[in-house]
């Protein structure tokens, strides 16, 4: 249960959250462009389950 924990507070997990948490909150005020928002979730939820299956498999993230 801590090595959950302890992967959750990753600094890419912790990017991840809040930029997906930003855009979530300024697309609901409607500063945010619903195509604009697609994109850029997109792109971070893509590098972030890349990363992770990348992990996974044992292969080199570069850290």
């Given at each position: 249960m801590k090595e959950k924990l302890y992967r959750l507070i990753?600094?890419?997990?912790?990017?991840t959250l809040m930029i997906t948490f930003v855009f979530?909150?300024?697309?609901?005020a409607g500063r945010t462009?619903?195509?604009d928002f697609m994109t850029v979730f997109?792109?971070?939820?893509?590098?972030?389950?890349g990363t992770q299956a990348a992990k996974s498999k044992g292969g080199d993230t570069n850290e």
């Open positions: 990753d600094v890419k997990s912790i990017v979530c909150v300024s697309t609901l462009d619903t195509d997109t792109v971070i939820i893509s590098f972030y389950f």
